[in-house]
């Protein structure tokens, strides 16, 4: 390889752990009978409901629109009847439930009328637009929208366009398996993001711990009618990030702060690629993916899964065992702890990794930071993470700001190094959702004082406007005779008060109108215990009403 | 507990083994040439300082167990048992390892929070509370006509009954103590170093000595237990200081190579400047803090009242620590102004 | 000992014009103080500190005239904040004024609402919406769960519902590092 490659600071070796996956030919997994397909499975706004519970849809109709520019839409996976949209629990290491649609399937898998699109025709914003009702946000983890991501801009050419098949995460194999099968319709997805962005210059970054792969994707690159370089990088955490895999092919870092296109760079993840095929090509919404099951299982292996498939399924599938301790959505570096199996398989779903006390031990106790600088070593934003540590223990958010919080990828090298086995990861996600919560705050207070003193500044000019037209009618009347003395505010304030009142009245009679259905031709002696019961009631309510006197002398 | 799920097999106990294990050559090559009195030291140290830690980590309500065995108490009692002099009383060994761990230490608030390393407050309280114990050394065997026993050696340190002869017979002055007494008497250097204590680079057996500690130093620097900045700076520090001095008044000054081969030098250079609780942690920081570490070495040796000043002179830099490092910090990833934190 | 006294005199006066000149040259306009409690207080506009509002408040304590520990919704950690800024040792809140509640925000029956629009008129952010005879509803984006609208209703309509934590709103907790033993 001829390419020059760069070196990013940091990262680390851990076990790689990708030959109990990799080998075992990609299965479709079964068809679940129910579907659980959440509105919110990208960055940006959630997807709005388009359909309503007793519906029909039909596998790959659009069931969740995009709402507003950074969001996508969401698919139905599989035929069959709605049925609830509100919310379930969704693989979110909170556990807390949010808006999805849950779809009970048929059996017969009925296809949208779907076809291609001659993507070459269509003007750029119209065919993102597309993209977009298409579903499609990146494979990669991050779920950022990709319609936007294909959005040069104006004034930002991309003549770079970087396919990242890094996988750097140990376990995870599902890139890996993709890039050996399917090699072919990643390229023409590649097709379409360089006609969209107007790259030049188009590399593929691979660890070199994927040969397979490697040889996969040249022999495709061969067969293509533009240059693509597939680069094989060395295999070191986290080099599959983003900002690492332009460092080492191209050796210019994005600005902090900034994005990469920017700097004329776009990255997108292999799987990315092969889904923007399935839809040009083949007019197939992001309805499914691969997903390494793997870790504690009988068989490891990848499965093309449909979006809204609930995760014990699979690991079902793939044969669950005795003893495990629990499930990662990810990998070991980054993956999170899922709350329940019954959680979906979405978009961003990589990996199902199925942990055992074997295979991930319980992680020792923490000790103090004895401030030696192996997570500076290790981290690849060049960060002074025992500092960040430090501050964000001590909730000095301020100081974490200023030694760059913002920039911490989360890649989980410092944790992974610390001697002292602290979970600063966990520090730092921490700081950053308490500074997200502060300025949201900082937000609402911010509208609260606007609004206020908005509304100072009517009260006060209505009252002048008041006293202007009063002073105006007064000087008329004087003007025109001096005989029936104005009426003041008074009477006006006690035909209010009646007014209310009569309205209370009415409420009161309205709600004493609803009387129980179920009282009459009642046996006497019902009827008197119902009488003593409201009597009853009749006396709480009274003693409710009135502060006890014992409450009003506490202080 | 979210993510990372996976560690590696490093730990603070590891990280202390290597240390301890890196100062083996160091005591091998102090057993080999000057008697197996220091073992006596180290020992004693050893027991007084698991003692304190173990009542102090009571006291304050912390597990025993994690933080006995993290190793970080036997490694300030090393540093110190090897600091002190080879025949110090064992009442100077004890009250210099329980200053050490309880005040140093532990009243800071334990591991990583000390803001100066234990093993030097013990050192300083000792050498200025008791200066004339303090100089209590062993000469090298090469020199001693009857070295002292591993018994006689415990029995000089236990206050035992030991004819002052045979005691006088065996201490003698340090290199670094025969320079400054000499150049108090208005000797020239060279005149001085006519004396047999010295040898080639350093003292007799002390710049073998030396040479041991630079071995064990280069292992942990092989292994990344420690940073090149600070070892490479301080030692830099001494030669450039000494060898300024030296170029300008060879007679008043001792020749840069006699300073970096006092023991103290090669021991605080690669053992306790590059202490990382009480050390500055960026990379420049680091350069820094071991550079000025080593030139004030040289300056307290100079025109101190101390013959050594290497446990002042990092003393002193880890008052500056805070200060360097946070106007120290590195350029992170992507930052494309330089703007100091404030 | 004349010229002494001279020169402290035309000491005194020079500094005393040159403070003069800059007091002129570099006054700050409004009052910074009161503008800057008036960041760190809440906006609520709940008037629990005895105050109508919290600019008002703002500039009591600005001028001394109140103590920082009387704002319930800005909680201990707001009462932290106001002694930092002034430099001044932080205080347990008063409760004579209030304890501090989780933040919620008011919602109207809209099935026992008549249409009074005297909530709208206690609302201090314009946060309810409704005109006369007609419905009226809480803006909830908007309200700042001040409670103020909870006392003029004649019909008892309206009550607080807190805020639930949904995934938007979910925050990292605090890692919990266990040094010490659990005695």
């Known amino acids: 390889m001829s390419r020059e490659l760069f070196k990013f600071k940091g990262g680390v070796h851990p076990p790689e752990h990708k030959a109990e996956s990799n080998t075992r030919p990609i299965h479709a997994a079964p068809l679940p009978k129910k579907l659980v397909i959440p509105l919110r499975q990208h960055i940006g706004s959630p997807a709005k409901p388009m359909v309503n519970v007793g519906d029909r849809v039909l596998k790959g109709q659009m069931i969740g629109a995009a709402d507003g520019y950074i969001s996508a839409a969401v698919h139905a996976s599989s035929s069959g009847i709605v049925s609830a949209i509100g919310p379930a629990v969704v693989p979110h290491v909170s556990g807390l439930p949010d808006d999805c649609i849950t779809i009970e399937t048929d059996g017969r898998d009925e296809w949208i009328v779907h076809a291609p699109i001659d993507y070459r025709a269509m003007e750029p914003a119209d065919l993102r637009m597309r993209l977009r009702d298409m579903g499609l946000a990146g494979l990669g983890g991050a779920v950022f929208p990709s319609a936007v991501k294909l959005d040069p801009g104006a004034t930002h050419p991309c003549p770079t366009l970087i396919l990242n098949g890094g996988e750097c995460e140990p376990w995870i194999t599902c890139d890996d398996v993709l890039m050996r099968h399917h090699a072919d319709e990643i390229l023409e997805g590649v097709a379409v993001m360089r006609h969209l962005l107007g790259s030049t210059e188009i590399l593929v970054g691979i660890e070199d711990n994927k040969p397979e792969a490697i040889a996969a994707m040249q022999a495709a690159a061969q067969k293509m009618d533009f240059a693509i370089e597939v680069v094989a990088v060395p295999a070191r955490y986290p080099g599959g990030g983003a900002k690492q895999m332009i460092q080492v092919l191209t050796g210019k870092e994005v600005p902090s702060g900034k994005l990469s296109t920017d700097i004329g760079i776009q990255v997108f993840n292999v799987g990315t690629a092969h889904a923007l095929a399935r839809a040009v090509h083949h007019g197939e919404p992001l309805i499914s993916r691969l997903v390494t099951v793997t870790g504690h299982v009988l068989r490891p292996q990848n499965f093309e899964v449909l979006i809204g498939t609930p995760m014990h399924t699979l690991i079902t599938l793939a044969g669950d065992r005795d003893g495990t301790t629990g499930v990662l959505m990810g990998g070991p570096m980054m993956g999170m702890p899922m709350p329940d199996l019954e959680v979906p398989v979405v978009k961003a779903t990589n990996c199902i990794l199925v942990k055992s006390n074997d295979l991930f031990p319980p992680l020792p106790k923490a000790l103090p930071c004895i401030r030696c600088t192996r997570c500076a070593d290790a981290c690849p934003a060049e960060l002074q993470p025992q500092e960040l540590f430090r501050f964000a223990k001590a909730g000095d958010f301020g100081r974490a700001q200023e030694y760059h919080l913002f920039d911490c990828i989360e890649c989980g090298c410092c944790s992974y190094v610390c001697p002292s086995h602290i979970p600063l990861v966990d520090f730092y996600r921490y700081a950053k959702s308490e500074i997200w919560a502060r300025e949201k705050e900082k937000r609402a207070a911010d509208l609260a004082r606007e609004r206020h003193e908005f509304r100072q500044f009517r009260l006060e000019r209505e009252k002048k406007e008041k006293a202007e037209k009063l002073a105006a009618k007064a000087q008329a009347k004087r003007a025109e005779l001096a005989a029936a003395p104005a009426t003041a505010g008074a009477p006006d304030v006690d035909a209010k008060k009646a007014l209310i009142a009569a309205a209370l009245a009415r409420a009161q009679a309205k709600k004493a109108e609803v009387a129980p259905k179920n009282v009459d031709h009642l046996p006497p002696d019902t009827q008197r215990e119902i009488e003593e019961i409201e009597a009853r009631r009749a006396k709480i309510r009274e003693l409710a009403h009135q502060p006890l006197e014992s409450e009003e002398k506490k202080p | 507990m979210p993510s990372p799920f996976i560690l590696d097999r490093s730990s603070v106990t590891q990280v202390m083994a290597w240390v301890l294990a890196a100062l083996l050559p160091g005591i091998l090559v102090y057993v080999w040439l000057f008697g197996p009195g220091i073992l006596v030291t180290l020992a004693l140290a050893t027991v007084t300082a698991l003692a304190a830690e173990a009542a102090m980590l009571k006291a304050r309500g912390y597990p025993a167990k994690p933080f006995l065995l993290d190793l970080s108490a036997i490694v300030t009692a090393w540093l110190l048992a090897l600091s002190l002099p080879s025949l110090a009383p064992w009442w100077l060994i004890v009250t210099g390892t329980l200053f050490a761990i309880v005040v140093a230490k532990h009243l800071y608030g334990g591991l990583g929070q000390n803001i100066f390393n234990p093993a030097m407050v013990g050192y300083a309280v000792l050498i200025v509370s008791f200066p004339v114990q303090m100089t209590q050394w062993a000469g090298p065997l090469e020199l001693t006509a009857t070295p002292l026993t591993l018994a006689q050696s415990a029995s000089v340190i236990f206050g035992g009954d030991v004819p002052k002869a045979t005691l006088d017979a065996v201490t003698m002055a340090t290199p670094l103590d025969a320079l400054r007494t000499g150049l108090l008497q208005q000797l020239t250097v060279d005149e001085i170093m006519t004396h047999s ?60 190579w006699f300073h970096l081969f006092a023991p103290s030098v090669m021991l605080g250079a690669f053992f ?48 500056c620590v805070p200060l360097i490092d946070q106007f120290t910090q590195p350029r992170v990833y992507g930052e494309t102004k330089k703007a100091p934190p404030a | 000992m004349l010229t002494a006294i001279l020169v402290m005199v035309a000491i005194a006066v020079v500094i005393g014009l040159v403070l003069g000149w800059s007091a002129i040259r570099f006054k700050v306009e409004g009052n910074p103080l009161a503008e800057k409690i008036d960041a760190i207080l809440p906006q609520t506009q709940c008037g629990q500190c005895g105050f109508p509002g919290c600019r008002p408040y703002a500039e009591a304590i600005a001028k001394g005239e109140a103590d920082i520990n009387q704002c319930p919704p800005g909680g201990e950690e707001g009462v932290k904040k106001l002694a930092e800024l002034l430099g001044v040792e932080p205080k347990p809140l008063d409760e004579t004024h209030g304890i501090p509640k989780p933040k919620s925000v008011a919602f109207i029956d809209e099935q026992t609402c008549i249409g009074c629009t005297l909530c709208i008129q206690a609302c201090p952010v314009d946060a309810i919406s409704g005109a006369a005879k007609q419905m009226h509803t809480i803006i909830a984006a908007e309200c700042t769960g001040c409670e103020l ?18 995934l938007p709103h979910w925050k990292w907790k605090h890692p919990v590092v266990m040094l010490k033993e659990v005695s």
Request: a negative charge; one cysteine or more; proline letters at 7%.
């Open chain 2, 197 to 256: 204590i010295f040898g080639h680079y350093g003292g007799v057996g002390f710049e073998w000595l030396a040479g041991a500690f630079l071995l064990g130093g280069l292992v942990l620097w092989a292994l990344r237990i420690i940073s090149w900045q600070v070892p490479l700076a301080f030692l830099a520090g001494v030669w450039l200081a000494a060898g300024f001095l030296h170029f300008f008044d060879a007679g008043r000054f001792g020749a840069p």
């Open chain 2, 272 to 319: 306790i400047a590059t202490d990382p609780v009480s050390g500055a942690t960026t990379p420049r920081g680091k350069l820094i803090f071991g550079f000025g570490a080593g030139l004030l070495t040289i300056i307290i040796r100079t025109w101190g009242g101390y013959p050594d000043g290497v446990a002042f002179a990092i003393l002193l830099m880890n008052l």
């Open chain 3, 149 to 166: 609208c909870l006392p003029p209703c004649p019909v008892d309509c309206i009550t607080m519902v807190p805020l639930a934590e949904d």
